[in-house]
């Protein structure tokens, strides 16, 4: 498999043209705040008066590489940074015809071509960015270290277009690997097949349908035999909010309790989508399930989510984090504690994960939507690690996008007034100063 | 070397336990099986059962973590009763169609409501459909044998079935017998080698799909899963013959002899008999034993193993009288009769002649059928051979 390297993302509804990443790369290459020695553009549309960028992309298969008559430039296979070299150039300039993102180009004080080296694997244009319009992306690590590792799902399975527990399920097992016994209990990920149908299976580790109550109960007695007879195997479920706050938590509260080795993954669509969008007790205020309907009477649900993460935190786990799709290194740096935590304790990751059937958005925006409830302080991103007793928010919480950005975006919430809509944004800002509370002990314990 | 103590039932369970060496046991307590569960975790803390101890949160875990270990391939042990075993009914009723050999006492208790924590079998005849095996025991020593011999019966290639090992909540746990523990190098001998995963596992070794979704409106859903079904009640009358085997083994090995099914009880020269299950046998057989020394032709048809149903046992000790009294110890509601009235009715079915039979319902909710209750209960059986038939049920302590 090819590499895959670090980039620079640009978003362009996020920039408001105020040059501080041209000055920040003229500086950093010449001491200098001139446009002139900027690496990096921003240029303003004349006509819709939006901005678009003009960078090096780092491109796979160069151009400017390939139509260079001197060698002067080339790309590294280590970084991906495509390099120039100075002593080889004969600034003949074609370069700059050759690349379509103005990503190479002249500069008339030094009278040579220049071009982003990523300053090394640091970016100033992107650290400057007070808006974050311009994001140094990482996350190719992920495809670097994992890519390779077999999908433990079969290709084909029914999940519904833009399913998010999906786009989960396979990184997850990907990550984990096949010394694994996976438990789906009845909801989405059991209904794509996951255990199979009719004697087919669609998972290529050992699988079972628990049911909706036990899946903690029954991971906890394989792995405590699997101790028994000295083998190391994961003991993994998929757990949907139905399964894991409500009818299931009897079990999974008992087996956190007890401190059963096993990692539990609660992938919260906030409702039991599978059978038709009804009610659970993660469906937020004010959502529209097809048994909290909206009608002349009822707005949607009465009631607030019960903060599912808190209470497992609460029982001492071993690990406990929350995690979103739209952050899959967050996500994967939590499944490396998870694994690790598996091993003396329970570790629980609850996901938010957005559910274009059920919530009634377009598949395509799904990962915007997953993007806009961490935005919005909708979904907090935090880790808790018992050993050390570490509380801490993994994303920043400060300054969030107002929550209509992320209300509006979905079906369900259509109907809100502004009550309900004003009741969302206050129990956001309570439950962020509940969890701030476990943060400041945190830093208060470490100073 | 063998070892004679005296114990209650529940003691006596938990040592039958201790010598079947299960990897896991897990509990959670209830009247009257409390014991049963105490017994069982001192043992462990005290080493003489080197398993793993899981006290869960509830009777619905208790038999999870059970099916979980079974499928890594544990031997595992557990024991109930009344709510308990209604709150376990969930993962209860998917075992037997796993397949999965796990044993666990249950030490009846009647139902609520009203409010009780008595004795009586309403429990265990509750589930009777739902494919465990159950086996219902007379004595002491009975219970500790029969906790052994059912993980031979269980785990039986060609049963792999879960078994209930019954014993009367109150008068069996907390009635005190002498009782003989076997070596623990004879029962190794007998048990051989444990066998519970062989068919359904979940072991990364060889991964599969453990309870896949099956059925469906297509022809090869539903084929499979009649498939399933059949190979249940295959399994199920495949433990007729091998609950046979392993009580003539056990007797042989052990030199304890039990009847397997049914028990005969000075039946070859009775005009009628009385059936008994459970604990209340013995109160049976002395009155049985009092009415003979007074001239009556009567015998006792004493019922071992109720599920699965001993046909053909009970219908050639039935075949043997011209009438019969079925005491029950629980009611079903949907026949206004015992349960085990209603099975030997059936059985009756399969005989050319008709002859009447009695339904009497006694010791609910922890009351006694004594002696005389019986004396009764004979009698009016015999007068059935007069054509003095009464109508059923005849409710005992009323």
New interface residues.
Partial sequence: MDKSYHTIAFYPQKCNGCNDCIEACARINTGEVSPAHSRIAIVKDSEDGSFGLALCRQCGEPRCVMDCPAGALSKNEDTGVIQWEETKCVNCQLCTLACSYAGITYNPVTRKVMKCDMCGGDPACAKVCGRGALEYLTSSDLYDKWGDMEDLFVPGISACLGCNSELLIRHTLRRIGPETVVATPPGCVAGVGSVGVNGFTATKTPVFHPLLTNTASMLAGARRYYNRIGRDITMLAFGGDGGTADVGFQSLSGAAERGEQMIYICIDNEGYMNTGVQRSSTTPYGAWTSTTPVGSVLRGKTQDAKPMPVLMMMHNCAYVATASTAFMEDYYAKLDKAVAAAKHGMAYIHVFSPCPTGWRFPPAMLIEIARKGVETNTVPLWEYINDGNEFHFTHSVDNPLPVQEFLSLIGKYRHLDADQIDHIQKMNKRRIEMLKMFSEQEERRAS | MSKTIVCDGNEAAAWGVVKARP??V?VYPITPQSSLAEYISQFVADGLIEA?L?D???E??VL???????????RTFTATCGQGLAFMF??YF?TPPLRLPIVMSLVTRDGISPQCVWGGQQDAMTVREVGWIQMYCETNQEILDTIIMAYKIAEHRDVMLPTNVCHDGNYQSYGVEQVEIPDQGDVDAFLGEKNTNWHV????DR??????????A?A??AS?FVRYRKGTCKGMQNALRVIAEVHEEWGRKIGRHYSPLVEEYRLDDADYAIVTIGGMTGAGKDAVDMAREAGEKVGLIKVKTFRPYPLQAMLQAVSKVKAVGIVDRSVSFGWNAGPVYQEVLSTLYHRKERIPAVSFIGGLAGADITEDHFSQIIETTARTLRDEIPEGPIWINE
Avoid: Y
């Fill in positions: 990897d896991m897990a793993d899981m869960v949160e509830g619905h875990s999870s973590v059970l099916q979980g270990a079974c499928l890594a391939g544990a969930e993962p998917r596992a979940l072991d990364p991964p599969m799909g453990v309870d896949p979704l099956t059925g469906g297509a090869s859903g499979l």
